[in-house]
Nanobody
């Protein structure tokens, strides 16, 4: 089984920072990749960043590159998304996703079978 729990969302003013966490420690399956997606009301779910577990390979959507950083604590099976210089358009529900294999398209939501419940990030102007 794969069990993912997000935390760390909240409200911040534009230009501020937040870090969200995805705890996969309750998972009994070996995870190969963990990723972050987001979905704003009326929008499709879009990939933010992904990271191959234990190898350091990272993938970023263009809007995230330079402002967001994905990292992990392999021992804790936890992945983090540090978000800096947040903008109102970053407001969304942020979801953690994971898979047990390395997908060819790490930022495509259909790639992932396992999802957390989401954590809300709200950025005010």
């Amino acid at each position: 089984q794969v069990h993912l729990v997000e935390s760390g969302g909240g409200s911040v003013e534009a230009g501020g920072s937040l870090r969200v966490s995805c705890d996969g420690s309750a998972s009994t399956y070996g995870l190969r990749i963990m990723a972050w997606f987001r979905q704003a009301p009326g929008n499709e779910r879009e990939g933010v960043a992904a990271m191959i577990i234990g190898e350091g390979y990272t993938y970023y959507n263009n809007f995230a590159r330079g402002r967001f950083t994905i990292s992990q604590d392999v021992a804790k099976k936890t992945t983090y998304l540090q978000m800096n210089d947040l903008k109102p358009e970053d407001t969304a529900m942020y979801y953690c996703a994971a898979e047990v294999y390395s997908p060819p398209q790490p930022l495509l939501s259909q790639t992932y079978r396992y999802w957390g419940q989401g954590t809300q990030v709200t950025v005010s102007s």
